[in-house]
Structures are given as C-alpha cells and as structure tokens.
C-alpha cells in the first residue's frame, strides 16, 4: 500500500499583541492501527512541533484548535471543525489525557473538561519558561477529517495559541497556524502465480548475478576428446531451476546411454570410480578436481594428470533458506564418482527443509571410457531433464 505524503505549509495566524511561532509544523503519522498518517478518516498520530516566539513567558496551557479555514472569515464565521475529525479519543490509549513524546515544555496532559472535538486545551501546572525553546509532542488516536466530495481531499488547519492560564482561556502570548490534508491512498496489487523456471543448454549465464534462462547456448554437446581406452572423454552441460512450490523442486534425467547404431557403452547403473579400459558412461553434479587414469588402474582422487570436469553450483551456494537445490545427496553429489540411470533424480531443493528455491546453475559433468574392442562409429544420445515442482 502506497500513501501519498502530507502536504504540509505554514499560514500565519495572526493575533494583536501575540508573537508569532515560528518555525511551526504538524506531521501526520501512522497509528497503531497501520492507517497510514494521511489516509483520510484514518486513526492516525498528529506530531506537533513549534519555537516559542517570546522568552520567559508563563506557559499553562496550549489550544489546538481545528478549522476548515486557516484564519477567520470576515462574514463572521470563526471557525467550522473539519467533518469527520475525532480528537476526543487523543492520547496513548483512548480516552486517556497524557501526550506521547513531549519535549521542550513538558508536563502537559489533555485537558477532559475544557476540550471538547476540534478544540483541543493541553494543559500544566503553569510557569515561566525561558530560552525560547522547541516544543514538542504528539497526539495520538486522532481520527482525520473525512474526504471532501469535491475534492476528494481535504486540507485543514490547526490553530496554535498560548496561555498563561492553565485551562485555555485568557490573553494569549504566542500563536500560529499549520496546515495538513488528507488524501486518498493509492493502492496497488498484484499476484504472484506458481511459478518455475527451468532450463537446460551447453551454458547459461547470468544477469545482475541471476542465472538468466535468456542467455542459455544450445546446439550439441560434444566431448573433449576422441574415445579411447587409455583416456577418459568428458563433456558439460548446465540447467537452471527455481520455484515458489510449497515443497520444492525435483530433477530427472531421462534417456538413454551412448549409442552408435546398436552398439552401446555400458551405463553406469551403480555409482561406481571410472575406470580406462572398461565400458562406462556417467555423470555427476558436482566439480571433479582430481581424476587420474592411469592404464586400468582406479582413478586416484587427485594427481599430476588429473582433470578438471564440472562445476557444481556456479551460482549460489545452497544455504538451505532461500537457496536450496543441490545434487542428490548420496549419488551425483559424489567427487570423482559417476552414474546414470533413467529416471534418476539427479537434483532437488527436497533436502534443505524442501521449500521455494532462487535459481541456481547446476554444472552436469559426462565421463565416457571404452574398451579397447568399443566398435568405431558415431555415438550420441539425447537426454532429457524434467523439472516437476511439488505445490
């Protein structure tokens, strides 16, 4: 919800003999109720602020008196309290006769007998006052002025004087008038759908630090390398996932293993090291920093030869809250170890108290190893991620 500002101005008000106060303001404020400060009818707080124009004067009493003009007219009419105004629940709670946040005089409290709506006495145990200061104090629980039907808006005026006397009455010192309006608020909506997003390519990138499904490459992945049985061939591609689903997200693989015609090598149905010589194809999730092959030996975790395959998540490190995809835990999320099988989940945001997840880049690593009777020929497959959030 938008409110519009108060309009705040300073009109003089003028009284023979009385100093004028200056500077001088009203500002409305929210209420406890959340109404906003201008919302017209809204239950809302009145800060008053205004300098004390004569040193060492008597103070024991101030009239806030509410008007619909800022001065008197000269047909007679004095002053018309603005429709709709409510000042007879001001105070901290309602119907209560004590100020909120008093400051350069203190000790006023609202006076029951001598107020009546629109005409506000503040009263104290009377006394001098010097220097000339600030006062300051704030009267809560006022209910604004209803909206004028022609303007759909309402400008009033508070007239400000000072007394001696403790219950309103008599010669004045220092007056002033400050203005305010309601207005009508302005409200806005809007819906947020269910939602996910999800996409899959060679590479995504982002924008303003957000994985950006806009940016993402496709065409073929291809491996590294030649196939050979005394060398391991990798391959990367990544996707990108967020949602608001109560239960989060979850990501399958589906398809087949590598194939030349009829000829296959061999899925890696178990989460197994890869090894050269033997017929394997996987993948993983996570950034592999040490595979080295050597003959028919199992790769070592890290090494002279060893390569780099995979990322991870590149953007966003899961934390569980507002990030909260990852591998699955177990399987694809294992350094140096491969596996596919179709229909495998290979990522979710399930496991981090499963929730609404921001996007994140996952990395998919490919290894492919063959022996060293692989029939020659050109092996490819087509794989396919479903992402199926749970709302």
């Known amino acids: 919800m938008v409110t519009i500002a108060l309009i705040s101005q300073f009109i003089p008000f003028g009284i023979v003999n ?25 239950t809302v707080n009145h800060n008053f602020s205004f300098k004390l124009a004569t040193d060492n004067i008597t103070v024991g009493s101030i009239r806030l008196k509410y008007c619909t003009t800022a001065a008197a007219v000269p047909a007679g009419l004095d002053c018309t309290t603005p429709p709709g105004l409510n000042t007879m629940n001001a105070g901290p709670t309602p119907a209560a006769t004590a100020l909120a946040n008093q400051a350069g005089v203190t000790g006023f409290t609202i006076d029951a007998v001598n107020s009546i709506n629109g005409d506000v006495v503040l009263t104290r145990t009377a006394s001098s006052v ?13 209910t604004n002025p209803s909206t004028n039907p022609i303007t759909n808006s309402g400008t009033f005026f508070v007239r400000v004087s000072v007394y ?24 806005l909506s809007g819906i947020m759908p269910e939602s996910l997003v999800f996409c899959v390519g060679k590479t995504i990138a982002t924008t303003n630090d957000v994985p950006d499904c806009r940016t993402v490459t496709t065409g073929i992945v291809t491996f590294n390398q030649l196939f050979s049985p005394s060398d391991t061939a990798f391959a990367t591609s990544q996707m990108a996932a967020s949602t ?25 149905n178990t989460l197994e090291i890869p090894i050269h010589g033997i017929a394997q194809f996987g993948l993983n999730l996570v950034k592999n ?12 975790s890290a090494g002279t030869f060893g390569l780099n395959v995979g990322e991870g998540i590149t953007n966003g490190t899961t934390n569980g809250t507002t990030r909260k995809g990852e591998a699955t835990v177990g399987v694809y999320d294992q350094t140096e170890k491969f596996k596919f099988t179709t229909a495998d989940p290979v990522a979710s945001s399930t496991n981090n108290g499963a929730g609404p997840s921001d996007s994140q880049i996952f990395t998919v690593s490919y290894i492919a190893n063959v022996t060293g009777s692989q029939p020659a ?12 959030p749970t709302f």
């Open 18 to 42: 009385a100093a004028s106060l200056a500077p001088r303001s009203l500002t409305l404020s929210a209420g406890v109720g959340g109404d906003a400060g201008a919302k017209v009818s809204g």
């Open 130 to 142: 010097s220097g000339i200061p600030t006062i300051s104090f704030t009267m809560e629980n006022v």
């Open 164 to 187: 001696a006397a403790e219950d309103g009455t008599g010669a004045t010192s220092d007056t002033g008038t400050v203005a305010a309006t309601t207005v009508t608020q302005i409200e």
């Open 244 to 268: 608001n689903a109560a239960s989060g997200y979850v990501i399958t693989v589906n398809g087949s293993t590598l194939m030349s015609g009829a000829n296959p090598i061999a899925a890696m």
């Open 289 to 300: 920093t040490g595979i080295n092959p050597i003959g028919s030996v199992i790769y070592a």
């Open 377 to 388: 020929g050109l092996y490819s497959t087509v794989l396919t991620y479903i992402c199926t």
